[in-house]
């Protein structure tokens, strides 16, 4: 079966750092693209795409994290990081990694993905000011 996890979500205080971890299985991650999504909880809060890295290691940032988050890959390990440093308020969410077919599809909620095939269940993160 398909299956992504996360992890290294918690909670920091501004200016802190963490690092996400996702790890793929039952397919083939040395020739996806992955993303890394977001959500904020809360009701009507909108899925945004904070960061992707194709299968040839070519990245995209959104503006809010650029220069802040870097995305990285471990083909050998079926892993994709996402490194956050001087962490703000504004990026407490639920962090999702998901592996979809187009790297710049934009889906409204998050969270209606969560779970299934080539999308992870998120992992909180929670930043302090």
């Known amino acids: 079966a398909v299956q992504l996890v996360e992890s290294g979500g918690g909670s920091v205080q501004a200016g802190g750092s963490l690092r996400l971890s996702c790890t793929g299985s039952?397919?083939?991650?040395?020739?996806?693209?992955m993303v890394w999504y977001r959500q904020t909880p809360g009701p009507g809060n909108q899925c945004e795409l904070v960061?992707?890295?194709?299968?040839?290691?070519?990245?995209y940032y959104t503006d809010s994290v650029k220069g802040r988050f870097t995305i990285s890959r471990n083909n050998a390990e079926s892993t994709v990081y996402l490194q956050m440093n001087n962490l703000k308020p504004e990026d407490t969410a639920v962090y999702y990694c998901?592996?979809?077919?187009?790297?710049?599809?934009?889906?409204?909620?998050?969270?209606?993905?969560?779970?299934?095939?080539?999308w992870g269940k998120g992992t909180l993160v929670t930043i302090s000011s």
């Open positions: 039952g397919f083939s991650f040395d020739d996806s693209g």
């Open positions: 960061s992707s890295i194709s299968r040839d290691g070519n990245t």
């Open positions: 998901a592996a979809p077919i187009k790297l710049t599809w934009r889906p409204t909620y998050c969270s209606d993905y969560a779970g299934s095939d080539y």
